[in-house]
């Protein structure tokens, strides 16, 4: 049994309970047992089964397709391919909220191996199956580019020769840019005079860094089911943001809002691999052709060729003080973005943003470009372009520290940017305290002792702007007996959105936890939300929470002084004092409405304005360290001890911000240590499926200490802020960091499988 | 998806042998079905009929039953099996640890020896050690019982000496000798290794006088490489010792040379470095247990 241990920090004032206590989650005896239900478990009447071909090429053009044998299978009701969705008029085939590049089905052309080119709708999920291998197509093979430089290159293939129109979703404007044909979008952070310096620097470090194209891995592989009624739309569907998938499919089908309805039952993973639309409107199209209910759902080896994580290469260059205050950075991002733009371009905004890091830094010189290839379309994934720019910025601030004889964690204290300093111009000052932090870890990892041989301790940290548009509105109803029920469209995605929001209710309302209960995520049922990503839940949803739980109160306030023509209201915990008699929300309630019936409402909302005015509404910090052993005959790499700080401000259940953090970090070994989609040069796959393509599992798990950072500094509720990526972010480059500590070699390109380890180690004995 | 299939789930031997009569040949054995399912999943094979065998009762047990005490696993026997198993703890100890660390729980408690040999997918833990074990497979056709080599049986990768209606029933272990010692070694980063080392050792008045090295993931079949286990001929069996380690040296030399094959663990010249590692380990390893039984 590997050793955990858990550290709490607190510096906040007391919160009201159930706040800062680790209820068990709501949802976990349901999922252990089997009993809960997601989008998979979901039926209709009359629902029938669809299934998908796809494309063997990874860049082709369609001559033709013949679906002649597949429909003459028994069972079959339908084979639809993108010429029937376009004669339909009633469709519009292309969609995506940032750019609508994305077709429902090929277009007359194939982008990656594994897209979709037909949809087949039967009685059952085998016949469409087999009738799907029944389509024959005839490609046209075109040439193929898989990697970044490759697509930038002179002979390149276009892989997008009409520029695609922009999505829905507001905020690309200035990072739609293309310099060349297959740049999807350019992300600029750019202050201060970079020229002047690195012109004085005592010390410039110059590097490049690769990042692999990953996968997530949500145990529940995409899936969803669309069923037609009386004019209206219904898909459930496993998903983050139904408020987003409803918006972007409504324009797919020209549908008002209120015709247009999305439900996301418990969600089996998302990882922001769920986050905004992947086949909704493919599943609600068949059924549209179909004209029944369809239920698709994907395998993992599917789900793969739906949606993975950027991969990048960066060239960076900083210049440094002589006492290691950092003077500059220039980098170059080049994100591989796969076939169509997805979540991509905002991925691209954000790594730009994050690559500076936490610190003091007079001039940055950063561009981003996300870049098209025939290859399976890269979209948001949990750390949101981070990791791809901290392993290349950390490394460099632990290569300056070797270089100029100054401890690691010394460098970044004199750099770091204090409690309320903003990193750059025009944003809200951090809300973290590094330093703190810092000691932390140096402390748990035991940093001022002589590890083992072959042994050594790596950190490194990172700073998100979170990117959560502060958008949420949420309804608390309070009822006759003095139970509450919420409604709010955060998903249940495994982060236990469903034990925290009730805690808050309960708190706000000062009534038991077992007298709440939540109802998530279905359009057409619950308050608006923007989106369940970017650690935003906890801290926005939290905050219109609290705010319907005011509004609610508000009303009853009025209602008491009205019904008992009360002197004197005074809060108190689960109602009020009304002239001396304490009075419960429910009996306010009967009183009210003069019987045992009736309900308050109340509604609760946040925007940009206040406290959630300046951008980012928090910030997410990471600080990670590790030890690691090398051995250096297999160049193998184990993480013996990992620390993480989950610096949020409140935990309101400390135990899931621990599982938060956990999880993060060792979501974070992955791409450090095992994950990476391998594509050959000719655009073939080559392990697109869970036994080759390695995701870490409970044994590779290390001696933990995960430490909870409250200090009561975040803009939610109670000072809580965001969690659950930032113990992500510095994952692969305290390895790094600790790797070149334990076998003086210094690891520029993720994930540092045995071989690049091996092939370091011979080329520094070759070098001595 | 798997594709349609017919299941027969035969009670015996002979009742396994009439399902296979009653399909024209259109039909595969499976006990656990954790490689053929893969494949068929796949789209890589279908057949009309599976025939399972977990039911029958003739491919079941693990006894020491054979000629001079020699170890006798049943055809649809478990890795998980054979890891708890007293006798092979005490008679093969390196075969405990290497089902220990076959793939993943789920195969282990699912998958068999017999299919694991059948299926001869190139990355074969077992199929390694055992040819280094000189051990040998029984199968059984309507027309009688045969017993072959290991390194008769495994033909190609994916290819094995069975006809198709035959059967794998048991895999023979000979006991070791005096002297002797067995050990088995791999580098492994994902599910399958990415090279292993078998290799037998015996140990006569302090020196190595007899060896035997296979080689596994390393090549396109699991094979014995004599010349590699030549070198070890002569040496003191210590691995402190000079002519151990020149023996060695020369030994991973000769492992050099191997026509290996890259893939997603690794270059061959990382993997014929792997090879080396793992010899030096696996040789260590048998000489320990050589050391116990002397």
């Known amino acids: ?768 | 998806m798997i594709p349609r299939f017919a299941l027969a789930r035969p009670a015996s031997l002979a009742a396994a042998f009439d399902a296979w009569d009653a399909t024209d040949g259109d039909a595969s054995w499976y006990a656990g079905g954790t490689e053929i399912l893969q494949v068929m999943k796949m789209g890589l094979a279908r057949f009309g009929t599976m025939i399972d065998l977990k039911r029958v009762p003739e491919l079941r047990g693990i006894s020491l039953a054979g000629g001079d005490g020699e170890l006798v696993i049943g055809g649809s026997v478990t890795h998980r099996e054979i890891e708890v198993n007293q006798d092979v703890a005490r008679e093969l100890p390196g075969l405990v640890a290497l089902e220990a660390h076959v793939a993943n729980i789920r195969v282990r408690n699912q998958g068999t020896l017999g299919g694991n040999l059948c299926f001869a997918e190139p990355h074969s833990d077992p199929a390694t050690f055992l040819l280094a074990c000189d051990a040998r497979v029984r199968l059984q056709g309507r027309g009688g019982t045969r017993e072959v080599a290991i390194d008769q049986f495994i033909t190609g990768p994916l290819e094995t000496a069975r006809e198709a209606d035959e059967l794998l029933t048991a895999v023979i272990v000979p006991s070791a000798r005096s002297g002797e010692g067995r050990a088995y070694e791999k580098a492994k980063f994902r599910e399958r290794p990415a090279v292993s080392v078998g290799i037998r050792l015996r140990v006569q008045a302090g020196v190595i006088a007899e060896a035997h090295v296979s080689v596994g993931s390393l090549t396109d079949i699991p094979m014995l490489v004599p010349d590699v286990a030549a070198a070890f001929l002569g040496a003191q069996a210590d691995v402190a010792a000079g002519t151990f380690g020149e023996a060695l040296a020369k030994a991973r030399t000769r492992l050099g040379h191997l026509d290996a094959i890259g893939d997603l663990d690794g270059s061959p010249d990382f993997k014929r470095h792997l090879a080396g590692v793992m010899l030096g380990r696996a040789a260590s390893a048998a000489l320990s247990e050589a050391a116990a039984r002397a």
């Open chain 1, 1 to 768: 049994m590997t050793r955990v241990e858990t550290r709490r920090v607190t510096t906040r004032p007391t919160p009201p309970s159930p706040i800062g206590e680790s209820v068990p989650r709501r949802d976990g005896v349901a999922k252990v047992t089997g009993a809960a239900r997601y989008a998979t478990d979901m039926t209709v009447p009359g629902m029938a089964w669809a299934k998908v071909l796809r494309s063997p090429y990874p860049h082709a053009r369609i001559r033709s397709i013949d679906t002649s044998a597949a429909k003459a299978l028994p069972g079959v009701i339908a084979v639809v391919t993108a010429e029937d969705l376009k004669a339909r008029g009633d469709i519009n085939l292309y969609y995506g909220h940032a750019l609508t590049d994305h077709p429902i089905l090929a277009d007359g052309v194939v982008r990656y191996s594994g897209e979709a080119v037909a949809g087949v709708v039967a009685e059952d999920e085998l016949t469409a199956y087999e009738a799907a291998q029944a389509i024959l197509v005839d490609y046209e093979p075109l040439t193929v580019v898989v990697d970044v430089e490759g697509a930038l290159g002179s002979g390149a293939p276009i892989i997008h020769e009409k520029e695609a129109k922009q999505g829905f979703h507001r905020g690309f404007d200035e990072d739609i840019q293309r310099d060349h044909p297959n740049v999807c979008s350019t992300a600029v952070q750019k202050f201060g005079d970079i020229d002047a310096a690195f012109v004085g620097a005592h010390l410039v470090l110059e590097g490049e860094y690769r990042y692999p194209n990953s996968y997530a891995y949500a145990m529940e592989p995409y899936n969803s089911m669309a069923e037609w009624r009386h004019g209206g739309l219904t898909v459930w569907t496993s998903c983050q943001h139904p408020f987003m998938v409803r918006d972007d499919v409504s324009h797919v089908f020209n549908l008002a809002l209120a015709n247009m309805r999305v439900i996301a039952p418990y969600v089996g993973g998302g990882y922001g691999s769920k986050s905004y639309t992947k086949i909704e409107p493919l599943t609600a199209a068949l059924a549209l052709v179909a004209g029944r209910p369809v239920k698709l759902v994907l395998s993992i080896d599917e789900s793969i060729l739906t949606t993975r994580g950027d991969g990048a290469r960066v060239r960076i260059k900083t210049a440094f003080e002589a006492d290691g205050r950092i003077r500059g950075r220039q980098a170059e991002i080049l994100l591989n973005t796969g076939a169509y733009a997805e979540n991509s371009p905002l991925v691209a905004r954000k790594s730009a943003n994050r690559i500076s890091g936490p610190y003091r830094i007079p001039a940055l010189d950063i561009t981003c470009r996300a870049i098209y290839t025939n290859t399976a379309p890269a979209s948001s994934f949990r750390g949101f372009g981070a990791p791809q720019g901290v392993l290349p910025g950390e490394s460099q601030i632990d290569e300056a520290a070797e270089r100029l004889g100054i401890d690691p964690i010394e460098i970044r204290r004199r750099n770091v940017v204090a409690p309320g300093e903003a990193p750059w111009p025009k944003v809200r000052g951090l809300d973290a305290d590094l330093q703190a932090d810092l000691s932390l870890v140096a402390e748990a990892l035991d940093w001022a002792s002589t590890p083992q041989p072959s042994h050594a301790r790596g950190i490194a940290i990172s700073a998100s702007d979170a990117g959560s548009e502060p958008v949420s509105t949420a309804l608390i109803r309070i009822h006759v007996d003095g139970s509450a029920t919420a409604t709010i469209g955060t998903s249940e995605i495994g982060q236990g959105s469903a034990t925290v929001m009730a805690q808050i209710v309960a708190a706000e309302l000062g009534i038991a936890l077992d007298k709440v209960s939540l109802l998530q995520s279905d359009t057409a049922a619950v308050a608006y939300d923007r989106s369940t990503g970017a650690s935003r839940s906890t801290t926005i949803v939290g905050l219109a929470l609290q705010d319907a739980a005011r509004d609610a109160r508000e009303q009853m306030r009025e209602w008491a002084g009205e019904v008992w023509s009360a002197e004197s209201i005074e809060e108190a915990r689960g109602g009020f004092v009304v002239d001396g008699v304490h009075r419960g929300w429910g009996e306010i309630v009967g009183a009210y409405f003069a019987g045992d019936f009736g309900e308050v409402v109340g509604r609760g909302r946040v925007r940009k304005v206040g406290a959630t005015k300046q951008m980012p509404p928090f910030w997410e910090v990471g600080c990670v360290g590790v030890e690691v052993h090398v051995d250096e005959e297999t160049g193998q790499i184990r993480v013996d001890k990992l620390v993480t700080v989950g610096d949020v401000g409140c935990a309101i259940n400390p135990q899931l911000v621990e599982s938060q953090d956990l999880g993060a970090a060792i979501m974070g070994f992955g791409m450090a240590l095992t994950e990476e989609l391998i594509y050959t040069n000719e655009g073939t796959l080559l392990n697109g499926n869970i036994v080759e393509y390695r995701v870490p599992r409970a044994s590779d798990m290390p001696e933990y200490i995960g430490i909870i950072a409250e200090r009561g500094d975040g803009v939610g509720i109670y000072g809580a802020k965001g969690g659950g990526e930032g113990s992500l972010n510095p994952v692969a480059a305290a390895i790094a960091n600790a790797v070149r500590r334990a076998a003086g070699i210094r690891l520029r390109e993720a994930p540092f499988t045995p071989e690049r380890v091996w092939q370091a180690i011979q080329e520094r004995d070759a070098a001595k």
